[in-house]
């Protein structure tokens, strides 16, 4: 069985197509880059918060790769972790963050629902 892609690479191309979908209650986007320490050491946690909320979706932006896209969202300092509700910034978190203070951010937008 091949494992599902918990937390999807997107292009600047794909994201707001993404964003903007309606049908998922929250996207959370995580703008990171390959040669980044502290991205490397959050992607584990996004992960498992995926795994744990099938109902959001959770995508990832090469910054290297997506320059335009980080300077639209005025992403500065990565990982940065931004919360698009129906296509638009609700919250972002910046930084290396523990995992239970992110699950703890999602858990309280999916209860606003």
Do not use: H
Request: aromatic share 8%; charged share 35%; hydrophobic share 45%.
């Amino acid at each position: 069985m091949i494992k599902k892609e918990l937390v999807t690479e997107l292009t600047e191309s794909e994201f707001l197509r993404v964003i903007d979908d309606r049908k998922v209650p929250l996207v959370i986007v995580d703008f990171f880059a390959e040669w980044c320490m502290p991205c490397m050491m959050m992607s584990p946690i996004l992960e498992s918060i995926a795994e744990k909320n099938p109902k959001i979706k959770f995508v990832r932006i090469n910054v290297d790769d997506a320059q335009e896209l980080a300077n639209k969202y005025e992403v500065s300092s990565i990982p940065c972790i931004i919360f698009f509700k129906e296509g638009k910034e609700v919250d972002r978190v910046t930084g290396l963050v523990p995992e239970d203070v992110l699950r703890e951010k999602v858990e309280d937008y999916l209860r606003l629902e």
